[in-house]
């Protein structure tokens, strides 16, 4: 069965550093992945996803990812952060239709 | 375009009692999909239905239900609620498969007291 892992619970950055959220995952084919964001009471909102072609992939609000299959690993980056990214950060790999599986979530604080 | 809606946004029950959630998708998407999301359990998938027709699910007791209708609106049933079903219930809609994108609602805040 296929699981991603989020090592990180907590993260906290300075405004205008960069950041690296950690995901590895385990699936038995190429992967499809995704990286999603949800803010306090919110749903989740789709930040990019890689299918196959160019490893790197960019996404919305300056984030990107990228794609490493011997390492099992998707790591998504911004080389600057703002304050408005403070929230919480979920990978998922996607299966057969749509069944997505969600790591644990990694929750981003921002310091001034 | 409008987004995913659920339908309601807050929900307290008592344990025992039953409660019907709804989503209404995308305009022109067919498939539906449900998650709960505890602080303890993360994010877990309960079902997809495509087209009217169940086409995964996931690990959850039987207790837990649903059905898409033919205009691709979907509802989730949980009958005999217990304490450990209070979670947010998200909705997602996409066209077709994964490789279209999933656009998630704002969820359903369920209390169980």
């Known amino acids: 069965a296929q699981s991603v892992t989020q090592p990180d619970i907590h993260i906290t950055v300075s405004e205008g550093a960069s950041l690296e959220l950690r995901c590895n995952y385990s699936y038995g084919a190429t992967p499809y992945l995704f990286w999603y964001v949800q803010s306090p009471g919110q749903g989740l909102q789709l930040l990019l996803k890689y299918f196959s072609g160019d490893t790197l992939v960019q996404g919305i609000k300056g984030f990107e990812a990228e794609f490493k299959r011997s390492q099992s690993s998707f790591n998504l980056r911004k080389p600057s952060v703002h304050w408005s990214d403070a929230a919480e950060y979920f990978c998922a790999v996607g299966d057969t239709g749509n069944m997505l599986t969600f790591g644990g979530g990694t929750r981003l604080m921002v310091k001034p | 375009k409008a987004g995913v809606t659920q339908t309601p946004r807050y929900l307290i029950k008592t344990r025992g009692q039953q409660v019907t959630l709804s989503c209404s998708p995308i305009?022109?998407?067919?498939?539906v999909s449900w998650y709960q999301q505890t602080p303890g359990q993360g994010l877990q998938f309960l079902f997809e239905y495509f087209s009217e027709t169940q086409r995964n699910k996931g690990n959850f007791p039987g207790r837990f239900s649903g059905r898409q209708f033919s205009n691709s609106r979907s509802e989730m049933n949980v009958s005999t609620l217990e304490l450990g079903d209070s979670a947010l219930y998200l909705c997602a809609s996409s066209f077709r498969d994964m490789n279209t994108e999933a656009f998630f609602g704002q969820g359903t805040r369920l209390t169980v007291v």
């Open positions: 305009s022109g998407h067919r498939s």
